[in-house]
């Protein structure tokens, strides 16, 4: 057994994925896998004791979240320390917060938000992502497992066929061509320009 008695697997499982949402890589490396083939737990007491108060609490995420993203831990400093990362070059450990990209739904939302774009609204019918002129959060796009959105599908999306544990990261070609010649991207900087006209017309 990988795990102490005391808090059930299920909430070791959510409590370790929120730790990947969060930090980019589980306390266990294989989210999908906490069998006898599945990595051992960097740090199990910690495991064990968010998943123990994770149920004490109801079964929270919402208090899961605020208690990971109001961690020491989590508010370090990415710097780099040579005499630390000679100790522990894969920051297993944790010396510091790991440099991560924005996932697409992030990157997509916060190029809208920037240009003074973004539709808060809540609920209702999803929409193409392909669309340039939808300005709703990424969360509301059109998931079709038969011809996936191109701005999903070469930004690192899962497989809406497949179970996913964890996203792939990948750098290719296609990204930087999508930023350079997409009409989305293009808006969204025409908008940003616009807004600052707009809002600092003597600065």
């Keep these: 057994c990988l795990f102490r008695e005391g808090a059930s697997l299920s909430a070791r ?5 929120a730790w990947l949402q969060h930090f980019g890589r589980g306390i266990v490396t294989t989210p999908g896998d906490f069998g006898v083939q599945g990595a051992r737990p960097s ?15 109801g079964w929270s995420l919402k208090w899961l979240h605020r208690e990971i993203v109001t961690s020491a831990t989590y508010m370090q400093g990415s710097g780099y320390h040579p005499e630390m990362s000679l100790r522990d070059p894969d920051n297993r450990w944790l010396w510091r917060m790991n440099r991560r990209r924005l996932e ?6 916060a ?18 992502l392909s669309n340039a002129g939808n300005h709703r959060r990424t969360i509301y796009g059109k998931i079709d497992r038969r011809d996936l959105e191109p701005v ?8 809406p066929d497949s179970h996913s544990p ?5 750098i ?5 061509l999508f930023i350079l010649n997409g009409e989305f991207v293009r808006l ?7 807004r600052l006209f707009r809002e600092s017309p003597d600065n």
């Design 13 to 17: 499982v959510i409590v370790n994925r």
């Design 43 to 57: 740090h199990p007491d910690l495991l064990d004791d968010l998943a123990a108060r994770f149920i004490e609490k």
């Design 104 to 109: 697409v739904e992030a990157w997509r939302d």
């Design 111 to 128: 190029m809208l938000a920037v240009s003074g774009q973004l539709d808060l609204e809540i609920g209702g019918a999803p929409e193409n």
């Design 152 to 159: 999903l599908q070469i930004n690192d999306f899962p497989d």
């Design 166 to 170: 964890a996203r792939e990261e990948t």
């Design 172 to 176: 290719t070609p296609l990204q930087q």
């Design 188 to 194: 969204q900087s025409e908008a940003l320009v616009a």
